[in-house]
């Protein structure tokens, strides 16, 4: 019998990873005098062709994108280059620490234009988006959570694994005054493993593993011998089929003693 296909967010990821939007086409596109972003010849990636391409739905595929943290441009949906949108979130961060603005209600239009030399309107709005847990085009909130992680994971893009007393040092040095860090705000970022010397966070992004289900409970298994249920969500939410629980997917390719997830063998 065929499998019914379900949509996959991983297949739209293959698609978007393969031309990120840089440093060099953001350039390119200033100089050329584009409005705001260039449009890569020959790679297009409008709403609709993305639906035929993955089989999914204008309302599925919107929810992929927005977990993707995909940017719209000229028409195209397209993922940042990771070195570009960090320092796009990073100087949109500065800007408002600057400003002195509150996190609770950043205005947006007026961040538009502090920015506007370095970045076009469509950028700065990404990054407020990306940092908010409400947003409008007058005012958003930032979420000091999303802020947290992503100066975590400013971190770990220079060190794939950190001692966690280092890390707990360094995460509270980045972030704005009144804003604390938390252990638990990693779950789904990275992992924590058990080492003689203390423990031990290792970066861990669910788009960095393999994108099916038995090769990635593999990999899983190979970075922690044994797992919570609720600690694997992060990383095989994306791949259960319609209808399916966490705990049903995991268990095809696992089995549970005293509470934990471990291989069958």
Not at 124 to 151: G, Q, Y
């Amino acid at each position: 019998a065929l499998m019914p296909i379900h949509p996959s967010i991983y297949s739209l990821y293959d698609i978007l990873r393969q031309k990120p939007y840089s440093d060099e086409e953001a350039e390119a596109a200033a100089e050329a005098g584009a409005s705001s972003v260039a449009h890569t010849k020959g790679f297009s990636t409008r709403t609709n062709e993305l639906c035929t391409a993955v089989q999914a739905s204008e309302g599925e595929m919107q929810n992929f994108l927005r977990i993707l943290n995909a940017v719209c441009i000229e028409g195209s949906w397209r993922l940042l280059d990771r070195v570009y949108e960090n320092d796009l979130i990073e100087f949109v961060l500065a800007t408002v620490e600057m400003n002195g603005w509150s996190f609770d209600s950043v205005p947006v239009q007026k961040c538009v234009v502090e920015v506007s030399q370095d970045y076009p309107e469509v950028m700065v709005e990404h990054a407020l988006r990306c940092l908010s847990s409400e947003f409008d085009d007058v005012v958003c909130k930032l979420d000091p959570t999303k802020v947290c992680v992503f100066k975590a994971q400013l971190l770990f893009h220079n060190e794939n694994q950190i001692s966690e007393s280092t890390l707990m040092e360094s995460w509270g040095k980045m972030l704005p005054s009144g804003i604390t860090p938390k252990k638990q705000m990693l779950i789904g970022y990275a992992v924590e493993q058990k080492t003689p010397l203390g423990p031990l966070w290792k970066y861990l992004d669910h788009l960095s593993l393999p994108f099916n289900a038995e090769d990635r409970m593999g990999a899983l298994f190979e970075i922690k011998p044994k797992w919570k249920l609720d600690d694997l969500q992060p990383y095989m939410e994306h791949l259960k089929g319609p209808g399916e629980t966490l705990e049903q997917l995991v268990l095809r390719h696992a089995r549970e003693v005293d509470g934990f997830i471990v291989p069958i063998q």
